[in-house]
C-alpha cells in the first residue's frame, strides 16, 4: 500500500475511533478549562512514520467553533504546516474534515472533526517521513486549537512504527479567531453563513502565537499573515472541497511568532467569520517556524 494512504487510513481510523467515543473523559475542576493542546513527541533517527491524535471534550452554546491542527518538525528542512477550519464537518456523518498532503517525499494526512451533539473535537494526523528528514533524534510539535468549547478533559495518543510514544503535553486558554468584522483597512462582512471582505486586519498580541488561516474558503482567496519580527508568507486557494482535498505546497497557512503588531491579509469570501486562529502559546511559538 502506498505510504500516503497508509498514513491517511491510520488518521482517519484514529479520528473515528476517539470521536466514536473508544475513550470516555473523566470530568474535573473548572481550573482544567482549556483551549488548546500542544504536544511534544520525540521522533528518533530513521523514523519514517508517526501517528497521532488528539481528543478535547467540552460544552459550548456556540452553533460553530473553529478548530485548528498546526505541526513541525524544528530545524529539519521540513515545512511547518498548519490548517484551520471555521466549521469542521459532523464525524456521525462525514468523519470529519480530510487534507492530503505531499511534499519533497513528506505525506501527511490531517484530519479533524466535531461531534456537535458533546461538543467532542478531534483532530489526527499521519506523517510520513523521507528517511533524510529524522537523520537525528529530532522533537515532533503539534498544536490543536479549538477555542470556546469550554473543554475540560483532552486526550492525546502518538504511535511510531505501532509503538506507543511518550508525550509531553500543554494545555492553555485564550485562543482566538481573527474574524471578518477584525478587517480594519478595507471591509469585512457577514451575512450569515458566508462572509466577505479584502483589506487587512490588525491586533496587538501580548505574547506569542502559532496558528493557521482558515480553509473554509470559498473560490478563490488571498491571504497573507505578517508577524513583528519582519516575517511574512502569502496563502492563497483556487476553492479547496471540505471533505477531502490534495494540496501540494511548502507553507499551507501556518503562522507563528512573537508579541506585537500581527497583521491578516485577506481578499475572498469565506464560510463562517474566521479568517485565521492562533493560540497564545508563549515562548514555544519558536518551534513552528
Known sequence: MPRTTRHALIALS???????????????????TFDWVLGEVRVPAGTLGLSLGV???????ADH?????????????????GISF???????????????????????HVSVGVDH?????????????AEAWTTIDRTFYFLVIAPRIGAYAHHTSASIGGVQQPIVVTTGSGSTAVKMSDITAGYGATVTPLSTGSGWATKEIPTGIAGAMTWNCIGHCDAAWHSPDGRSAPWNTAGIP????????????????????????????????AIALYAPVGDAWQNFR
Open 65 to 81: 467553533i473553529p478548530v485548528a491542527m498546526v505541526f513541525a518538525l524544528p530545524d529539519s528542512g521540513w515545512p511547518f504546516n
Open 55 to 61: 481528543l478535547m471534550y467540552g460544552r459550548s452554546d
Open 242 to 273: 471540505l471533505v477531502s482535498f490534495s494540496h501540494g505546497t511548502n507553507q499551507v497557512g501556518g503562522f507563528s511568532g512573537p508579541a506585537g503588531t500581527w497583521q491578516w491579509d485577506w481578499a475572498g469570501v469565506t464560510e463562517g467569520e
Open 14 to 32: 484514529l479520528l473515528g475511533a476517539l470521536l466514536a467515543g473508544a475513550w470516555a473523559p473523566a470530568a474535573s475542576g473548572a481550573d482544567a
Open 117 to 129: 451533539a458533546t461538543a467532542t473535537y478531534g483532530a489526527s494526523a499521519g506523517i510520513g517521513f
Open 86 to 108: 471555521e466549521q469542521p464537518l459532523d464525524v456521525s456523518r462525514h468523519q470529519g474534515v480530510a487534507a492530503g498532503f505531499s511534499v519533497r517525499g513528506i505525506s501527511e
